[in-house]
């Protein structure tokens, strides 16, 4: 492909993603499957790291993150990103209400109501339609540069679509003012993946979303599913006029034409009445909203209105933020406790004397992990503060200090699970403590879980439903009971028929001969992931030369620093896990150790594997290579040394006959495997 055909496709491409991203993020209706987003995605890859000039700013490979900065780049915003005044009950609406009578006249006034979001406010600059800054609002003068980070949400259009006919053109510069935030769903998600990765959890996501924004490093917050609604439009055009708009409605129909994400929550209302009745059905529905809230924003309509009120010195005489009523209530802790979740860590949770908060009784509130305790200070007897979000556990927001009697008794965290017995080990960082025993009741479900993934022993068949009735029934009582199980026991389970559990049986008996790596994988070994498990396997070679490395000997396996050889010393030294790898062995599991990768055809070597094959699966094929020393890409490029090619190969194949890399039909291929290492 030529250069002036690479840019044409290219053209192409980036249209239908940036298409594509509006539909899933912002209109909540794909129209392509992620198999063809992804493909779409590598083809454009490919093109630009071939034509390098044409991965411009628009383009959404951006999105996975650019290189990290050491410092954000003070940005002078044109025009002030003005703070809300706040109105905390209906007497000061009014208020607010009158004054605005005071200069516009007694007529009803044009108001638009929005949900105040509970996120990070940020202003973005087109240039000709195009992404060129962005920043946060900082103290709202000068902000920080975030743009490589803002280029990430999948949500915020890297080039704006024309405008409909009759309405005004995309100027030369445009600033838009908007919110960063996380919807609900996405920080549960976040948070369930960190704590599969025994990870702290974050404590809300207001935090994580400011956070997120804020990273140094562009690539950790493309991993963070952060969203943007635009809500303002800044100064217009190279001079920095208004932008040219009668109403504000008017305004976010055009930015929503543009292609910029709008809450579509925005009401109107005329007069104070329906204002009073926007507010009280945003308070009714303020927790089955997908993001959170903590208030309305009433806004004048009218721009010309606007101009007419003014501002005072940082905030605007024509909005106001009506802000909900705080869900607290003050009680008393009756005693402290620990819960052991299903990664081990034991979470502190206060017990509280009953209280009635957002209309719900409230006995226990979460204290997070053993930093925010001592942070909190919380003792049992303190008076405290409690907060309660819609479903979200309540969690102690501060202590009432003033009301100690000097018998309060802080808690001491046990050394020890409260569970199973086995010991607890701090993380580095001091903020989770941990139940070392792979076995503990309170976590099996989940070691279960994650024993029989793909990445570990897969066993196929294996899921929450399964493993939580075994678990349940008393039938695995350790990971190594799974290898006792017969048909009868099995059948005996609800949902289990006699083929279901014949097949079960069979993917047991097939795991029973592991990669040593995708063993150690599947013990669950907190930061030991497919690499470093590579890196033990190769190290070590087998299981129970673990049993009695120190510290100092697990820094000498390639990527292990002392902080996670610590963490891997206590797993391997805790009587309890080593009973259960001897169970598993004495069950017939047989790890089996690498090959000398140092040589052979794929030692040393990039592969990419492209078409069906017929006698491997992708995931099994990967496998071979790597367990050979080689590397498994998914993109072709010059550095490539071999592309296998299945049936149905695609552009891949024509890509590497294009750079002539050398191309393995799967018999080729095949031979190459069972050839001398």
């Known amino acids: 492909m030529d250069a002036s055909a690479a840019r044409a496709r290219a053209d192409q491409l980036k249209a239908q993603i940036a298409r594509a991203d509006h539909r899933y993020y912002v209109l909540d209706d794909p129209e392509l499957t992620d198999a063809e987003y992804d493909a779409r995605m590598r083809e454009l890859q490919a093109l630009e790291a071939e034509f390098p000039a044409l991965r411009t700013l628009d383009s959404p490979t951006l999105r996975v993150g650019g290189t990290p900065s050491d ?69 709202g003068q000068v902000g920080e540069d975030v743009t490589a980070n803002l280029r990430t949400l999948r949500s ?4 704006l679509r024309a405008p409909p006919a009759g309405g005004p053109p995309l100027p030369a510069r445009l600033e838009v003012r908007g919110e960063v935030f996380l919807r609900r769903a996405d920080f549960a998600r976040i948070n369930a993946r960190r704590e599969q990765e025994g990870e702290p959890l974050f404590i809300n996501p207001r935090n994580t979303a400011a956070g997120s924004l804020r990273q140094l490093d562009p690539g950790i917050t493309a991993t963070r599913p952060l969203s943007f609604f635009a809500y303002e439009l800044g100064s217009w055009d190279e001079g920095g006029k208004d932008a040219p708009f009668e109403r504000h409605t008017e305004k976010l129909r055009w930015m929503e034409a543009v292609g910029l994400p709008i809450n579509p929550g925005n009401r109107a209302a005329l007069g104070l009445d329906q204002v009073r009745a926007a507010h009280a059905e945003f308070l009714r529905r303020r927790h089955s909203l997908a993001y959170d809230v903590d208030g309305m924003v009433v806004k004048v309509d009218g721009e010309d209105d606007r101009r007419r ?307 491997l699966t992708r995931d099994q094929a990967k496998e071979e290579v790597e367990r050979r020393g080689g590397k498994v890409s998914g993109s072709v490029s010059k550095k490539t040394d071999f592309v296998v090619a299945g049936e149905d190969a695609g552009s891949k194949l024509k890509k590497a006959a294009e750079l002539g890399v050398r191309v393995l039909d799967e018999r080729a291929f095949l031979d190459l495997l069972a050839g001398p290492s």
């Open 156 to 159: 915020l259009p890297l080039q």
């Open 309 to 615: 009120l003014g501002q005072v010195s940082k905030s605007p005489r024509w909005a106001i933020a009506y802000k909900f009523p705080p869900e607290e209530a003050r009680t008393q802790v009756e005693s402290i406790g620990v819960n052991v979740g299903r990664t081990g860590a034991l979470t502190p949770v206060a017990f509280l004397t009953p209280v009635q908060v957002g209309g719900v009784t409230v006995s226990r509130a979460t204290l997070h992990n053993p930093l925010e305790l001592k942070r909190k200070d919380v003792r049992v007897g303190d008076w405290v503060f409690i907060r309660r979000a819609g479903d979200v556990i309540p969690e102690i927001v501060k202590v009432v200090e003033s009301e100690r009697t000097g018998k309060e008794v802080p808690y001491v965290f046990p050394d020890h699970c409260p569970v199973c017995g086995a010991a607890a080990v701090m993380d580095e960082d001091g903020a989770i403590l941990r139940c070392t025993n792979i076995s503990c009741p309170a976590q099996l479900q989940a070691h279960l879980r994650h024993f029989a993934s793909r990445g570990g022993m897969d066993i196929e068949g294996l899921g929450e439903k399964l493993a939580e009735q075994l678990v349940d029934s008393g039938r695995v009582k350790r990971v190594a009971d799974l290898y006792a199980l017969d048909l009868a026991t099995l059948t005996e389970l609800e949902r289990m028929g006699e083929k279901s559990a014949e097949n079960f049986l069979a993917a047991l008996e097939r795991s029973k001969h592991p990669p040593l790596r995708r063993f150690l994988y599947a013990l669950g070994i907190r930061h030991v992931g497919d690499a470093t498990a590579r890196a033990l396997a190769d190290h070590f070679r087998d299981v129970r030369a673990l049993y009695d490395a120190d510290e100092d000997t697990l820094t000498r396996v390639k990527d292990v620093g002392p902080e996670m050889a610590k963490v891997m010393a206590a797993f391997f030294h805790e009587p309890r896990n080593r009973e259960g790898i001897d169970a598993l062995l004495a069950a017939g599991v047989q790890p089996v150790p690498p090959e000398d990768s140092s040589r052979g055809p794929f030692a040393g070597k990039t592969v990419v594997l492209t078409g069906s094959l017929t006698g």
């Open 71 to 139: 410092r954000f780049r003070p940005v002078t915003h044109r025009r002030p990103m003005l703070s809300l005044a706040n109105a905390f009950a209906d007497e000061e609406l009014v208020e607010f209400d009158t004054r605005i009578h005071k200069v516009l006249g007694p007529n009803d006034v044009a108001y638009v109501c929005e949900p105040k979001l509970d996120g990070l406010a940020v202003e973005l600059v087109y240039t000709a339609g195009q992404l060129s800054e962005g920043a946060t609002r900082g103290d």
